[in-house]
């Protein structure tokens, strides 16, 4: 690791540099599918880079949009690496033993749909490296109206992306994604679950950043279809309260429990990137 601040690209030969090639790609085909779904609207694209003088390095592509379709929905790509503080050591394993070195880099989206009867969805896929090499990320859905076809046609492309890498890879993460994805004030889940995963490094590095990349793979084949089913349907200022309400629930999950968001503020990422998941209106009773 002693290489981490000046070639992060050459750590665990050469795989942080496979992962930001591929998940360049995994961001462009996302952004693209979903301008498809929102006709004469774009993505906002903000390129950014840490100044010379600051202590981590690195940056990321901003991507944003908002239409009509996406009310707002942010998909980012990041690569930041340096060393990290006492407090972001506790938010990564592997950083004490390498005194604190490390490189990250990952794809993180969020959609707030501007119908509500589509579901917001969050999807990352991420690759970490400290004194070990590991991988993490997943997909849940968060529908204010869940309709059973959408659930299970979400799980049933994730099922399929861990059932190629091995038989009882769905049973645990999907069950790890309601207990990550749940709100204990509120005694209630975020949504309807999807999988999640962190930490994974089984000792084939190669498999496992496959299958990371099979989880983007599946949601890129899913969600925009469930987007199509849904984004004419005819609603009313009631259904939009209720939507408005339920996304509160997304707000104090990700600024009380989510992992991603407590990473961004420990290693001082930039505020605009690791806060895009936060919606443009949102209500509380």
């Known amino acids: 690791m002693g290489d981490a601040l000046r070639k992060p690209e050459d750590l665990h030969d050469g795989m942080t540099s496979q992962a930001i090639r591929a998940f360049h790609d995994i961001q462009d085909r996302i952004c693209a599918a979903f301008e498809a779904l929102d006709p004469g609207c774009a993505f906002e694209r903000n390129d950014w880079q840490r100044p010379p003088e600051h202590r981590l390095k690195g940056g990321g592509r901003m991507r944003i949009m908002r239409g009509k379709v996406f009310e ?8 930041v690496w340096g060393t990290l503080t006492d407090q972001g050591k506790a938010q990564m394993p592997g950083a004490k033993e390498s005194e604190g070195q490390f490189s990250a880099t990952g794809v993180s989206l969020v959609t707030h749909m501007s119908n509500p009867f589509v579901p917001t969805v969050h999807m990352n896929v ?24 959408d659930t299970e046609q979400f799980h049933a492309a994730l099922k399929g992306a861990c059932d190629q890498y091995r038989p009882d890879a769905y049973k645990e993460y999907s069950e790890w994604c309601d207990q990550y994805f749940y709100l204990p004030h509120r005694q209630e889940p975020r949504g309807v679950g999807g999988i999640f995963l962190d930490d994974l490094n089984s000792g084939d590095v190669h498999k496992d ?21 849904r984004k004419e349907m005819p609603f009313t200022e009631a259904d939009r309260d209720k939507q408005l309400i339920k996304r509160g629930r997304y707000v104090e999950f990700n600024l009380v ?13 930039n505020p605009d990137a690791y806060l895009m998941s936060m919606p443009p209106v949102v209500k509380w009773p």
């Not at 990371?212 to 089913?229: D, G, K, T």
Request: proline fraction near 6%; glycine fraction near 10%; aromatic fraction near 18%.
């Open 257 to 269: 429990y989510d992992r991603g968001t407590k990473f961004g503020f420990t290693t001082d990422a």
């Open 72 to 79: 707002k929905v942010g998909v980012n790509f990041s690569h």
């Open 209 to 229: 950043f496959a299958f990371i990349r099979s989880i983007a793979e599946a949601f890129l084949n899913i969600y925009p279809q469930i987007v199509a089913r």
């Open 126 to 149: 991420r690759c970490m490296a400290t004194s070990k090499l590991w991988f993490g990320g997943g997909a849940d859905l968060t529908p204010t109206f869940p309709f059973p076809e």
